[in-house]
């Protein structure tokens, strides 16, 4: 699994060189990482942990609705990358978005 999510996200960064969003992500096996990062209260066993971080300070000056439909926007152009593996975006995976400094823009949500 980490290899295949891997190739997507190798397959992003080659399909947008130069405007693409800082991404790692990973497969929460036994949802143990959930529990480290999001708390006892969330259960992200076989789920896909996605986490956005923007270094280049591109959403700075977004709050709000328009920051949410940016987020989204970009999420939904990545989940194309990874649509074989995650079928179901609204249950198969869990996004964290963060700013520069490792900054949650927004908690982390089961999309």
Do not use: C, H
């Not at 992200?44 to 300070?57: L, Q, V, Y």
């Amino acid at each position: 699994m980490d290899f295949k999510l891997l190739e997507a996200r190798v397959d992003f960064i080659m399909s947008n060189p130069t405007n693409f969003t800082d991404i790692d992500m990973l497969y929460d096996q036994n949802g143990a990482i959930g529990k480290q990062v999001l708390g006892e209260g969330f259960d992200t066993t076989g789920m896909i942990g996605i986490s956005f971080t923007d270094k280049r300070g591109i959403f700075s000056n977004l709050a709000g609705i328009a920051l949410k439909e940016e987020f989204k926007k970009r999420l939904d152009v990545f989940y194309s990358f990874i649509k074989k593996i995650a079928t179901d975006m609204n249950n198969d995976v869990v996004v964290g978005f963060y700013s520069k400094g490792e900054t949650r823009l927004r908690n982390l949500t089961v999309l």
